[in-house]
């Protein structure tokens, strides 16, 4: 187990997981693979912020860019992919480390998934409706059968919130009692051959990065691309462009918004998203956070990691 410890890099969304995972991945002879719910897909690039092009070449990586939009991947699907990709990294002699800000496919990884994760299509094509004809309504039922869960899900999250109440439909039990069963909220229970490290920074700082990211994604063609996918699935069609950025794109091509409110509509939507992000990654995840304004370059908020995963390696002996 101690030899199998992976590495896990995680955090909010423009905080910078990418450079860094390839920084440390540069010391310690790794490569990356991706845990991120829409770099999997083709064809979202720049929504995405899938690794550029230099960055593809610096370090190998996996899981980016292999999917269609129209593919449902669930979390099950995508931790049996990551599985196999730390098999074939490690066969080649090589550390796998895991980079993203997908909590639910991380925790996928660490506890697994309850044995009655289970899909009924029917259920969740109805409650889409009623989500899209008003979501106030599915946010009430949910704060009712699972306050706990309610805290963690935006009412703009159209497919945890959908998700949410299609396990209650099926199952008869709220998430919180799945994950419950399976001693999710036990820190001693949490898978121990994951080292994941939580970067995080000033609030304010952080909202100032997205929003500058957000004007170069829009920038270099973000519209453009939305509007290929739009225009070739449809959001029925592709649920990866029913997701912030692709969304609001969608609309402003109707004609719901100007430019510079489709701007800052994202901004608004990715801000929120962050901050949900870092509490299901400090309430669930039991992480090494890790303040990356502390440090003066990459190369050092590298080697810390390398050091925390070292230790925790060690201690594991």
Not at 241 to 253: E, K, T, V
């Amino acid at each position: 187990m101690t030899e199998k410890s992976t590495l896990a890099i995680v955090g909010p969304t423009a905080v910078g997981k990418t450079s860094v995972a390839i920084a440390v991945a540069q010391k310690i002879n790794g490569e990356i693979i991706g845990l991120d719910s829409r770099q999997i897909y083709k064809g979202m690039p720049i929504g995405t912020a899938q690794p550029s092009a230099e960055e593809l070449d610096a370090i190998p990586h996996h899981l980016i860019a292999v999917r269609e939009p129209n593919e449902m991947i669930s979390a099950g699907d995508y931790a049996d992919l990551v599985n196999d990709a730390m098999e074939d990294i490690r066969n080649r002699g090589k550390e796998p480390i895991l980079c993203g800000g997908a909590g639910l496919y991380l925790d996928a990884l660490t506890n697994g998934i309850f044995e009655e994760s289970v899909t009924d299509y029917e259920i969740r094509e109805r409650l889409s409706k009623e989500y899209d004809k008003n979501p106030n309504p599915l946010l009430k039922k949910l704060k009712h059968i699972d306050p706990e869960y309610a805290e963690i899900v935006h009412i703009n999250n159209k497919k945890r919130l959908v998700r949410a109440l299609e396990i209650f439909e099926i199952t008869g039990k709220p998430p919180t009692a799945h994950f419950s069963n399976q001693s999710r909220y036990n820190q001693q229970e949490i898978n121990p051959s994951f080292c994941t490290i939580l970067l995080s920074m000033d609030r304010k700082l952080l909202e100032d990065r997205i929003r500058e990211r957000t004007k170069m994604m829009l920038d270099n063609g973000w519209i453009v691309e939305t509007k290929v996918l739009h225009e070739k699935f449809s959001v029925k069609k592709a649920h990866a462009l029913d997701s912030i950025g692709y969304r609001q794109i969608c609309q402003y091509l109707d004609g719901e918004f100007t430019l510079e409110e489709l701007e800052e509509e994202i901004v608004i939507r990715t801000r929120q998203y962050a901050k949900r992000q870092l509490t299901w990654f400090r309430n669930r995840e039991n992480p090494v956070e890790i303040d990356i304004e502390k440090f003066e370059r990459v190369d050092m908020i590298a080697d810390e990691i390398i050091s925390v995963w070292k230790k925790l390696r060690d201690k594991r002996k």
